[in-house]
Nanobody, 124 residues
Framework: QVQLVESGGGSVEPGGSLRLSCVAS????????MAWFRQALGKEREWLGS???????TVADSVKGRFTIPQDSAKNTLVLQMNRLESEDTAIYYC??????????????????WGQGTQVTVSS
C-alpha cells in the first residue's frame, strides 16, 4: 500500500515562503499522478497542482506565479514551493496519489491515496 507523509508546514509571515515535501513509500506504481491539495477551515478541498510519472507538472491558475512544483524533485518525493504567501493561504496541505490520466485530474475523488496533511499558517 502507498504511504504518503507530508512535511515542511509551519507558521510564516505574509510575504514569506515555505517548501513542502511529500515522501512516498510502499510502491507507487509504474504510472501515476500525484497532486497537492489544500483545505481551509470551512471550505472544500482545493486542487493546487499535479505531477505525473514523466515529470510533467501543472499548477492551478489561482496560485500560478507564487506556487511551483519543482522539476528536479526525486520520483518518490513531491515538492510544493510556496512564495509570497498570503493569509488566505492558511490551510491544511495534503499530497495525494492516483492512477495516471492525461492530464492529471483535479477532483479529489480521482485520488485514492492521501497523506495526513501539514498545517500552513500565514499571519503577522
Amino acid at each position: 500500500q502507498v504511504q504518503l507523509v507530508e512535511s515542511g508546514g509551519g507558521s510564516v509571515e505574509p510575504g514569506g515562503s515555505l517548501r513542502l515535501s511529500c515522501v512516498a513509500s510502499g510502491g507507487i506504481g509504474v504510472t501515476y499522478c500525484m497532486a497537492w491539495f489544500r483545505q481551509a477551515l470551512g471550505k472544500e478541498r482545493e486542487w493546487l497542482g499535479s505531477l505525473n510519472w514523466m515529470g510533467r507538472s501543472t499548477v492551478a491558475d489561482s496560485v500560478k506565479g507564487r506556487f511551483t512544483i519543482p522539476q528536479d524533485s526525486a520520483k518518490n518525493t513531491l515538492v510544493l514551493q510556496m512564495n509570497r504567501l498570503e493569509s488566505e493561504d492558511t490551510a491544511i496541505y495534503y499530497c495525494a496519489r492516483g492512477a495516471f490520466q492525461r492530464p492529471c485530474p483535479t477532483p479529489p475523488t480521482d485520488y485514492n491515496f492521501w497523506g495526513q496533511g501539514t498545517q500552513v499558517t500565514v499571519s503577522s
